[in-house]
T-cell receptor, first 115, second 110 residues
């Protein structure tokens, strides 16, 4: 069964450092997303991406965050200068279309710890 | 602000019993609703989607949607220990942006 894959599964970084989280969406999917979940809290939408540009972003997705699709398979989330409060599980997701109701498939997540 | 509320605390049910989970949402314009299951430390896994008022059944799961009351529920029949997880209610908006509730933990007691 096709799946969304994410690397690394766990990363520890020092405050102020840059972090890049990588994702390979399902191959025939066109819409890509990043969500995050702080420990014990709800899953929160960060950004959606289609046709090589951001289609929507939340208030969480400020200037320290960026996304990129550098080649035909990878989708990355960059956090420029990490803060302690960025510690969370980051989920990449993809869907075949962007219409409301289309199934979104989540990767297993990248657990980011900022120290 | 699209809010999804799941206010019940952890739910303990005996194996074989029915688990009932409830969710309310604030966005009257929402058209799509989902229940995800999340095991500890794992990613959300879609178990049910529902778009129309009424009931939708899939195996041991039944989702119920009432748009007038802004209410969606999930029933798990014949609960199994493998159903022990956190169940996340979510609704979809434009660009397939999902708004999640905080989740309800279900513990199935053998």
């Amino acid at each position: 069964e096709p799946e969304v894959t994410q690397t690394p599964s766990h990363q520890v970084t020092q405050m102020g450092q840059e972090v890049i989280l990588r994702c390979v969406p399902i191959s025939n999917h066109l819409y890509f997303y990043w969500y995050r979940q702080i420990l014990g809290q709800k899953v929160e939408f960060l950004v959606s991406f289609y046709n090589n540009e951001i289609s929507e972003k939340s208030e969480i997705f400020d200037d320290q965050f960026s996304v990129e699709r550098p080649d035909g398979s990878n989708f990355t989330l960059k956090i420029r200068s990490t803060k302690l409060e960025d510690s969370a599980m980051y989920f990449c997701a993809s869907s075949a279309s962007g219409s409301s109701g289309n199934t979104i498939y989540f990767g297993e997540g990248s657990w980011l710890t900022v120290v | 602000q699209k809010e999804v509320e799941q206010n019940s605390g952890p739910l303990s049910v005996p194996e074989g019993a029915i688990a009932s989970l409830n969710c309310t949402y604030s966005d009257r314009g929402s058209q799509s609703f989902f229940w995800y299951r999340q095991y500890s430390g794992k990613s959300p896994e879609l178990i049910m989607s529902i778009y129309s008022n009424g009931d939708k059944e899939d195996g041991r799961f039944t989702a119920q949607l009432n748009k007038a009351s802004q209410y969606v529920s999930l029933l798990i029949r014949d609960s199994q220990p493998s159903d022990s997880a956190t169940y996340l209610c979510a609704h979809g908006g434009g660009n397939n942006r999902l708004a999640f509730g905080k989740g309800n933990q279900v513990v199935v007691i053998p």
